[in-house]
């Protein structure tokens, strides 16, 4: 730290030096390995912006704020803002550590449609058909043929894209192509993984 008015006190074009994949900022290497070694020796921070991350989600995206939120009361459901899954019923999250030392988590969603309802119907064909088809039309995890062949190839030459969080993000209703441009580059290059204990490469 030099001053109160250049980097790292402000962000002083550090997000378009990652975007350049320059290697050095200001004599300090932001190369990805640099950047992991960095992390590692500051593991409090990235378990704070962890927490913001995934409280966010919650509270704006999914529209149900986590219990460590703060204090939460029960919501009537006709009351309830709906998020992006639809009005939420219920949410769980469960954390869990990457060989590297990062965290991430995986959850849960129930929109609309109460668990109940689900486990009631999931006997009968005709109503878990319809059921599915509503479901279907409010989240749809699928991904072009072509960028799974991007992925393998970056991976085939050992290429490090720089991260889609460092690219402005199109408005989903007036720039609706871009929009679903942006979402699968951020996919593309954040969620497209192979599990240890298996061959397959999912979202």
């Known amino acids: 730290m030099k001053n109160n008015v250049t980097f790292p006190a402000t962000e002083d074009g ?42 966010n989600v919650f509270s704006h995206l999914f529209g149900t704020p986590p219990d460590s939120a703060g204090k939460k009361k029960t919501v009537p459901l006709a009351h309830r803002k709906a998020g992006i899954f639809g009005t939420p019923i219920a949410a769980f999250g469960c954390t869990e550590e990457q060989s590297r030392g990062s965290l991430h988590m995986h959850s849960l969603f129930w929109g609309g449609l109460t668990p109940s309802m689900l486990q009631a119907v999931g006997g009968i064909p005709i109503l878990a058909r319809h059921i599915a088809s509503a479901i279907n039309r409010t989240v749809m995890a699928q991904l072009q043929p072509e960028i799974h062949v ?54």
């Open 14 to 55: 550090f997000a378009e030096a990652h975007r350049q994949q320059q290697t050095e900022f200001h004599s300090i290497s932001i190369h990805p390995s640099a950047l992991r070694i960095l992390l590692a020796e500051g593991p409090a921070f990235a378990a704070n912006m962890y927490y913001k991350t995934s409280n």
């Open 150 to 203: 991007r992925y393998l190839l970056r991976d085939l030459h050992n290429e490090s894209p720089a991260h889609a969080a460092l690219f402005k993000c199109n408005n989903p209703v007036t720039e609706k192509r871009k929009f679903i441009q942006d979402f699968q580059r951020t996919v593309d290059l954040s969620n497209v993984h192979c599990v240890a204990d298996s061959a397959s490469q999912h979202t």
